[in-house]
């Protein structure tokens, strides 16, 4: 398995909280400046990942605790599910 299939895998086992937790931790080291450049660019597209991971979660909560309902005029929306 290559290195980016398993930071893949690793970011997605993790939780919506897990994976914030981390990004805001490479958030501030990487606003801290202090490292040197290949850290901080590893640093910078492993929170790339953990940003999407997170986008997604949220995502998925928000259609769970949605319902897309048509209107009379075929319009759709979402309405809170009940």
Avoid: N, W
């Avoid at 299939?5 to 981390?22: R, T």
């Avoid at 931790?25 to 990942?49: F, M, P, T, W």
């Avoid at 319902?67 to 759709?76: F, N, S």
């Amino acid at each position: 398995m290559s290195a980016a299939k398993s930071l893949s895998a690793e970011i997605a086992a993790l939780s919506f909280e897990d994976a914030m937790a981390q990004l805001e931790g490479i958030v501030r080291q990487l606003e801290s400046g202090q490292g040197k450049l290949d850290d901080a660019i590893a640093a910078y597209e492993r929170g790339a990942l953990l940003r999407a991971h997170c986008e997604a979660k949220l995502g998925e909560a928000q259609a769970k605790i949605e319902k897309i309902t048509p209107q009379p005029d075929g319009r759709l929306t979402t309405t809170p599910l009940e």
